[in-house]
């Protein structure tokens, strides 16, 4: 047989469908994240683009359609499942606890392993291998001048950045980040991308939302593009940097 065979994806919608009160927010969709990849979803407001990663993660139920990860159909899985074999997120509104600490974030966001909430916190504190991954945490994320800090004391960005270390605290196989650059400065949003260079480095793949262009365009290797609910195109950067139904759809429109 020629040629190479062709790696199952790591992610994968096919046919996904989903209705709000007679209005069509999804239509169809299908798309594909392989391992080791940083996949982008482009388009306009209100394109369907946070709703998709409500689906992924069991926020939402998909109408119509099916979501496989690693072959396995975890369509109707709750939320809790999902987290567990292996998908985490950000959001596009923050969404720290505001009297917690850094610290607190990170041993929280760990696996759960079978205490009760209110006894949750203790549990891990007393818990050297979850002191661990912490600690491996602020250094990757270089949060060391802040974790005993509580969120709403953090300045935007950092709280950002929390966020993100909170998503990969639990060693996902795919994060998904909900316009993760969002609010921040150049600086910022460059702190942001080699972060995410380096989490692909270290094996971890990546769904990203931003409206950010030349964010998106220099970090992903494939790009979807939805407008009102239709992946209308995918391809490289390069591709749907010139593609005409995108230009009309999305760029243009900012342009």
């Not at 798309?31 to 940083?38: A, C, D, H, P, W």
């Not at 069991?58 to 987290?83: D, E, M, P, R």
């Not at 916190?121 to 979850?130: F, G, K, Q, S, V």
């Not at 994320?141 to 639990?170: C, K, N």
Request: aromatic letters at 6%.
């Amino acid at each position: 047989m020629s040629g190479c065979a062709r790696h199952e994806p790591l992610l994968a919608l096919s046919g996904v469908t989903r209705t709000f009160g007679g209005v069509r927010a999804l239509s169809d969709v299908a798309l594909e994240v392989l391992s080791g990849q940083v996949v982008g979803i482009i388009g306009p407001n209100g394109a369907g683009k946070t709703t998709t990663f409500n689906i992924i993660t069991g926020a939402y139920s998909a109408g119509k359609g099916t979501v496989l990860l690693q072959g396995n159909n975890i369509t109707a899985w709750a939320s809790h499942q999902i987290v567990r074999a292996g998908i985490s997120r950000t959001f596009q509104n923050i969404r720290l606890f505001a009297d917690m600490t850094v610290w607190e974030h990170l041993l929280l966001a760990q696996p759960h392993d079978g205490f009760p909430l209110r006894r949750l916190l203790p549990a891990r504190w007393a818990n050297p291998a979850a002191l661990r991954r912490a600690r491996e945490v602020i250094e990757f994320f270089e949060l060391g001048d802040v974790t005993d800090r509580i969120a709403r004391s953090l300045p935007y960005g950092m709280q950002r950045r929390v966020e993100l270390a909170r998503a990969v605290t639990a060693r996902p196989k795919l994060l998904l980040l909900d316009e993760p650059v969002a609010g921040m400065n150049h600086h910022e949003a460059d702190d942001i991308r080699q972060m995410i260079l380096r989490l692909r480095g270290d094996g971890m793949s990546i769904l990203l939302i931003d409206h950010d262009m030349p964010f998106v365009m220099g970090l992903c290797d494939q790009l979807y593009v939805l407008d009102f609910g239709v992946m209308i195109a995918k391809g490289r950067p390069d591709q749907i940097r010139t593609n005409p139904a995108v230009l009309d759809a999305y760029l243009g429109r900012v342009a």
